[in-house]
Structure formats: structure tokens, C-alpha cells
């Protein structure tokens, strides 16, 4: 019996390493410094390709978020939508990802909208079911503001050999427009990430067809949501006093949306990695795809026509 039970966790073990851990969501720049080189960890560098050869951290791989396949157009025009989950799983795997990797995004950290890059990408990660995943929390203005961090200039080095990277899809954490629309009858909350002028249909951005926001929806602008609209996120307890100031709950159903599903990732970290919420989803297809539907609600504060 003894000789089956060592049996049996040996093959639970065996099993668990091809699995990687939960990560922190956010890490800080002496923990990149401790960690360059180290075995099972990736960098993914999510700034342009100029800045990327600049500067990066030593050993980080560079990504383009609107250029290598992370967002794509839909079958309908809807833009930055999720890729299709194999090619993705095809994209990761080809920068030496598998599921047992820590994956650390690295972006630009200048602002709330910087941020934007490496949470959607986060969010992807998650959606396909990979919590070993970690954002810089200030980016690179973080790291380089350190005196004597490491720095590698030029040209990203060749990718590591590919690697397998399977999906364990999580569409549950995706609001599709089916959702947002049962969410308007069941009274769920919205959030909307986008800055207030934009909530207010006082201006519109390019991918919104009509100005405004989804009926009910509160708002909450995504740089709120860092130090004086920088690079690092709030606090826990002060991203829970202006989630009740914007009439918003930390728990519980909750969709985020913005215009493309760019800026509701930064408040979807927030409500659920930062906050702990764990019902918050995020609507992918956001106003570019809502208001192109000309049957469905658009709320503006204001009419300037």
C-alpha cells in the first residue's frame, strides 16, 4: 500500500510540472532585477520596437499588441477582437511559452493608457487559462528609474526554441453583446473605462459609431485608476473608495467595456486581480461593436447637434 501511495503523488507530481503556479499580478522592479535570466520566467517587453532597441530588460522578448495577432478584426469588422485560441496558442508558444512559464509583461508605464497594453495581454493570458502571468507594476519608467538596473540595447535576440502551449479556454470571463444585453434587464453593473468626456457623448472616439455610453453604465476612467494617471496602480483601499465613489461594487457580476476592450482591460485588472473579484468580465467587442448595432441603446448626457 505505502509502495502505491508514493506511486500515486509521484505521477500527481510529475503532472503538476508541467503546470505553473498563480503568479502575483503585479511585481515591482527589484523583483525584475532578482529574477533576469532566471529559468521558467519570460520578460515580454509590450513597447514599440524603437523603444524596445533603446532599452530593455536584459534577455525580454519583444511583442507588439495591435501587430503580432494578439487583437484581431472579426468576421463582422469589429476590431481588436480576441485572436482565435490556436492561433494564440501558436503565437505564445512561439516565444518559448508553455504552461509551466512565468510570464512577465513589460510596458512603457508613463501612464494608465501605457498600462493598457500589458493588461490586455494579461487578460488574454487568463483567458486562455494560463495564471502564471505578471505585469510590471510602472513599466520600464519604473525600472530604468533605478540606478544601476541592468539595460541590453538593439535588436530583439532570436526567439527560443517554440514550445507547446495548450489552451484551457475560459470563455465565462468574455461578455459577448448577448451579455451585455441580458445585463441591461438584470440590472448587473457596467463599467465604463473610458474618459469621462467620452461617457458623457461630449466626444467620440473613431472606433464608436454613435457618442455616448450603454444605458446605466457608470463610469470610471481608467487613469483614476493609477498614481496621478501614471504608470503604477493605486493601492487596494483606494481603488475601493473611488469604485464606491463611481457607484460601482468590488464584488459580484460586473462587466467592463470601453471602446475596443483596450481600456476596460486596465479596469478589469483592477476589479479582479487588484480587488479580488473574480465575477468581473470584461466586454470584448466594447462600443465598436455595440453601436454599430443601431437596435441597441446609446446613452449621452448631452446632444450638440
Known sequence: MRKLIVLLVAGMMVGLAGMAQAAQPLVDAAWVKDNIGKPGVVFLDVRGKIDYMRGHVPGALNTSLGG?????RDANGVPGMLGKPD????????????????????????????????????????????????????????????????????????????RTFKVALRADMIATKGDVKKALGAGTPLMD?????????????????????????????LDWLTENGGGEFRAKSALAK??????????????????????????????????????????????????ADKDLPVQSAVSLE
Not at 458623457?200 to 455610453?213: D, E, K
Not at 444605458?215 to 476612467?221: F, S, T, V
Not at 460586473?254 to 476589479?271: D, E, R
Open 193 to 221: 473605462s473610458r474618459p469621462n468626456g467620452q461617457f458623457l457623448g461630449i466626444t467620440q472616439s473613431g472606433a464608436a459609431a454613435r457618442p455616448g455610453t450603454i444605458p446605466g453604465a457608470k463610469n470610471l476612467p
Open 242 to 291: 473611488l469604485f464606491e465613489l463611481a457607484g460601482l461594487p468590488t464584488e459580484g457580476d460586473h462587466i467592463t467595456f470601453c471602446n475596443t476592450g483596450y481600456m476596460a482591460s486596465v479596469g478589469w485588472f483592477v476589479a479582479s486581480e487588484v480587488l479580488g473579484n473574480k465575477e468581473a468580465k470584461m466586454y470584448d467587442g466594447s462600443l465598436a461593436e455595440w453601436t
Open 68 to 72: 503580432d495577432g494578439w487583437r484581431v
Open 87 to 162: 492561433d494564440l496558442a501558436k503565437l505564445i508558444g512561439g516565444f518559448g511559452i508553455d504552461n509551466s512559464t512565468h510570464v512577465v509583461l513589460v510596458p512603457w508605464g508613463y501612464s494608465a493608457g501605457d498600462m493598457g497594453a500589458a493588461t490586455r495581454i494579461y487578460w488574454t493570458f487568463k483567458v486562455l487559462g494560463h495564471d502564471a502571468v505578471s505585469i510590471v507594476n510602472g513599466g520600464m519608467a519604473a525600472y530604468t528609474d533605478v540606478a544601476g538596473n541592468p539595460l541590453k540595447k538593439g535588436r530583439m535576440k532570436a526567439k527560443p526554441p517554440a
